[in-house]
């Protein structure tokens, strides 16, 4: 299918089953043809729109306009093809650049939508999505119009005058596992085999090294050295914009690049594991019965399910990582220390979201400054 004054053509592709969107471009003095595939005709529509559209904004939008999803979405795969973010980072926009989608200003010309109109949809948002998942649309939105604006693409940007709501959904507080739940999960983990339980040094790599359950999830077996007795964490899964399961080539941030010292108590844990599993083709430490990657929400739920019988409610596999940050803070690591093997990039996020100190080691530190204060002032 033509598209008028040389704005390239759609068709589909019967042998690969995917609509394509044909254009001309111009690189190093030369026309090209370029071709594009996608799943549906719409987005091929789309993405031939915002092609055409950067190609001569001003007449573009005089005669058609440009559709807010379709320029959001080829901002995403440019800033991934030019490896400004990652696949994770991709994915994360996808998800948000979808919620968008539904939405009145999705059917909207960028060039007509106006403040008003953007804070209704935001308004919408505050009983159905957490204040994380707000900042994050709003977040895309002021980039892309703000990206808009600066190329001079439109003469207005309707985002100064946005506010962003805050959710009126309860915020669930992550919690770390008592010492005594610790101690009771510990002991059943000790007990059981692999065969028996197959995720147990998943569960006690969290609990002993504190790692993502994507980075834990995406080791590899060279990943363990027993000889320097470290982990080296260099990926993590997560979950592309289609709900496949993939490995990035790098953690969730740059911090995340690190490695750990493995805790005595689980080298012999991990060498058995080792062994358990030694041969798959991409020599993974924790394969599924496939040997592909292991669904991060398959050992979540087998978590739940196990703390159940223990009589433990409220703890995630992100939870086992939670108990770990907070068991060093009891134990008088320095943050700067334990901000590093957590793999962030401020220490502020390690204080403020991973520390959960026990009650009973909050009274004994309280007791020192009892007695100090009885020693020099009292």
Same mark, same amino acid.
């Given at each position: 299918?033509?598209?008028?004054?040389?704005?390239?053509?759609?068709?589909?592709?019967?042998?690969?089953?995917?609509?394509?969107?044909?254009?001309?471009?111009?690189?190093?003095?030369?026309?090209?043809?370029?071709?594009?595939?996608?799943?549906?005709?719409?987005?091929?529509?789309?993405?031939?729109?915002?092609?055409?559209?950067?190609?001569?904004?001003?007449?573009?939008?005089?005669?058609?306009?440009?559709?807010?999803?379709?320029?959001?979405?080829?901002?995403?795969?440019?800033?991934?093809?030019?490896?400004?973010?990652?696949?994770?980072?991709?994915?994360?926009?996808?998800?948000?650049?979808?919620?968008?989608?539904?939405?009145?200003?999705?059917?909207?010309?960028?060039?007509?939508?106006?403040?008003?109109?953007?804070?209704?949809?935001?308004?919408?948002?505050?009983?159905?999505?957490?204040?994380?998942?707000?900042?994050?649309?709003?977040?895309?939105?002021?980039?892309?119009?703000?990206?808009?604006?600066?190329?001079?693409?439109?003469?207005?940007?309707?985002?100064?005058?946005?506010?962003?709501?805050?959710?009126?959904?309860?915020?669930?507080?992550?919690?770390?596992?008592?010492?005594?739940?610790?101690?009771?999960?510990?002991?059943?983990?000790?007990?059981?085999?692999?065969?028996?339980?197959?995720?147990?040094?998943?569960?006690?790599?969290?609990?002993?090294?504190?790692?993502?359950?994507?980075?834990?999830?995406?080791?590899?077996?060279?990943?363990?050295?027993?000889?320097?007795?470290?982990?080296?964490?260099?990926?993590?899964?997560?979950?592309?914009?289609?709900?496949?399961?993939?490995?990035?080539?790098?953690?969730?941030?740059?911090? &995340?690049?690190? !490695? /750990?010292?493995?805790?005595? +108590? #689980?080298?012999? @844990?991990?060498?058995?594991?080792? $062994?358990?599993?030694?041969?798959?083709?991409?020599?993974?430490?924790?394969?599924?019965?496939?040997?592909?990657?292991?669904?991060?929400?398959?050992?979540?739920?087998?978590?739940?399910?196990?703390?159940?019988?223990?009589?433990?409610?409220?703890?995630?596999?992100?939870?086992?990582?939670?108990?770990?940050?907070?068991?060093?803070?009891?134990?008088?690591?320095?943050?700067?220390?334990?901000?590093?093997?957590? &793999?962030?990039? !401020? /220490?502020?996020?390690?204080? +403020? #979201?991973?520390? @959960?100190?026990?009650?009973?080691? $909050?009274?004994?530190?309280?007791?020192?400054?009892?007695?100090?204060?009885?020693?020099?002032?009292?």
């Amino acid at each position: 299918m033509k598209r008028n004054n040389n704005e390239g053509s759609i068709f589909y592709n019967k042998a690969r089953h995917k609509w394509n969107a044909q254009y001309k471009i111009k690189e190093n003095g030369k026309i090209k043809l370029k071709t594009k595939s996608f799943k549906n005709k719409k987005d091929a529509e789309d993405f031939l729109d915002t092609i055409m559209y950067e190609r001569d904004a001003k007449k573009y939008l005089k005669n058609h306009g440009i559709n807010l999803i379709a320029f959001m979405k080829s901002r995403a795969l440019t800033k991934i093809s030019s490896n400004n973010i990652s696949k994770a980072q991709y994915t994360r926009i996808c998800n948000t650049i979808k919620n968008i989608e539904s939405s009145e200003i999705s059917k909207i010309a960028v060039n007509k939508i106006k403040d008003i109109e953007i804070q209704r949809y935001l308004n919408t948002l505050i009983e159905i999505y957490s204040n994380s998942s707000i900042s994050k649309i709003y977040g895309e939105l002021r980039q892309t119009f703000e990206y808009l604006y600066n190329l001079g693409f439109i003469k207005v940007n309707p985002m100064l005058g946005v506010i962003k709501p805050k959710s009126m959904k309860k915020c669930e507080k992550r919690r770390a596992m008592t010492l005594d739940e610790e101690k009771k999960f510990l002991k059943y983990l000790k007990s059981v085999t692999i065969t028996e339980c197959k995720y147990k040094n998943v569960f006690l790599i969290q609990l002993f090294m504190g790692l993502r359950i994507g980075e834990v999830l995406a080791l590899n077996i060279d990943d363990i050295d027993f000889e320097s007795n470290i982990v080296r964490v260099n990926k993590t899964l997560t979950v592309n914009e289609n709900g496949k399961i993939i490995c990035g080539n790098k953690p969730k941030t740059e911090a &995340g690049f690190r !490695n /750990i010292s493995i805790n005595s +108590k #689980i080298i012999k @844990d991990l060498k058995l594991q080792i $062994q358990f599993v030694k041969g798959n083709k991409l020599n993974l430490l924790f394969p599924n019965k496939n040997n592909k990657f292991t669904d991060a929400r398959k050992v979540n739920k087998k978590l739940v399910e196990t703390l159940k019988e223990l009589g433990i409610t409220g703890i995630s596999t992100h939870s086992l990582r939670h108990t770990f940050a907070t068991r060093c803070a009891e134990s008088g690591m320095q943050d700067v220390v334990l901000m590093e093997i957590m &793999g962030h990039y !401020n /220490i502020d996020v390690t204080k +403020k #979201i991973y520390i @959960d100190v026990q009650e009973n080691f $909050q009274q004994k530190e309280f007791k020192k400054i009892e007695r100090y204060l009885k020693k020099v002032v009292l």
